[in-house]
């Protein structure tokens, strides 16, 4: 028998999102939490019509701190995380569903049988030699990558090191948790770490105009990590932040990760990707 899951989302002004994103799962989740930065949209309100239970809080420019905030509320013993551009497929759902009424073994021997597992495979060493080791290797399993599928300017992105873009998206309750210390962050989990097959949809950017704006706050974000960090404004920073690091993003995620398979989407994907290094650099270099 499936166990209970509770959705838990942070929000602010996404009136144009969560009602999609809450209609993808309102079939396979027992409870919404969601809290929301004092939005000025109607997002609480269509929240509601869903029956999701709302706390209204502030809206810090780390949002992972209300993702803890809404984990911290649930009360079932499962958490499915979601962000208000994301949704659920059917499939996924289906698995999600499947996963809860699973043994451990059980969980191992399907963890075996992924159509994708070479990829995923190869997707957490990637992130554990930027992050560190992710779970355990032993005990039972306490939280799931899923792949997402992205959606940006007209088109589901598959190359440039976009896919699998694997995120933490399903766990159990006390077995993962955000330490919202740094917006690019790990979860931080107690026990093995799965992954799931189906794809979770992220309709990232349906327009220039919004992945511009998504764009300059993850670059406001990197400027102020920055200054937290002290950074030395000196010549090799200079050089590795308006130079180095820029071109080596381009080439990389374009040619060598075959980002230019995606077309117009994938070159402008990494030009504009790869201009957040300067972009946050110079941002730093004018903090007062």
């Not at 809450?22 to 079939?27: A, C, G, T």
């Not at 000025?40 to 502030?58: M, P, S, Y």
């Not at 080596?248 to 790869?274: E, H, M, R, V």
Request: glycine residues 6%; positive net charge; contains cysteine.
């Amino acid at each position: 028998m499936a166990k209970k899951i509770s959705a838990a989302i942070a929000t602010y002004n996404e009136e144009a999102n969560i009602g999609d994103c809450l209609k993808s799962i309102k079939n396979i989740v027992d409870e919404i939490v969601i809290v929301d930065g004092s939005s000025t949209d109607k997002t609480v309100e269509i929240a509601k019509e869903f029956g999701a239970k709302v706390i209204i809080t502030d809206n810090p420019p780390n949002f992972h701190i209300n993702k803890q905030k809404a984990f911290d509320e649930a009360k079932n013993g499962w958490i499915l995380y979601l962000d208000a551009d994301e949704r659920v497929s059917k499939e996924l759902g289906q698995e999600i569903l499947k996963i809860t009424e699973m043994d451990n073994s059980q969980i191992e021997e399907y963890q075996q049988t992924l159509k994708n597992k070479k990829l995923f495979d190869r997707h957490t060493k990637i992130l554990e030699a930027r992050d560190g080791n992710i779970g355990d290797d032993k005990g039972d399993y306490g939280a799931f990558f899923v792949p997402r599928s992205n959606f940006f300017l007209g088109k589901y992105m598959r190359y440039g090191g976009v896919y699998p873009d694997g995120v933490i998206r399903f766990f159990k309750k006390g077995k993962a948790y955000l330490p919202a210390k740094d917006v690019h962050e790990q979860m931080v989990v107690q026990g093995r770490v799965g992954w799931l097959q189906n794809d979770l949809i992220h309709i990232d950017s349906k327009t220039f105009k919004r992945y511009l704006e998504r764009n300059s706050r993850y670059i406001d974000l990197l400027s102020a990590e920055m200054e937290k960090n002290k950074l030395k404004k000196n010549f090799s920073n200079t050089m590795g932040y308006m130079m180095i690091k820029p071109l080596s993003w381009f080439f990389t995620t374009l040619i060598f990760n075959k980002g230019i398979l995606d077309g117009f989407q994938g070159i402008i994907f990494s030009f504009f990707s790869a201009l957040r290094f300067p972009r946050a650099y110079l941002r730093y270099l004018n903090r007062e």
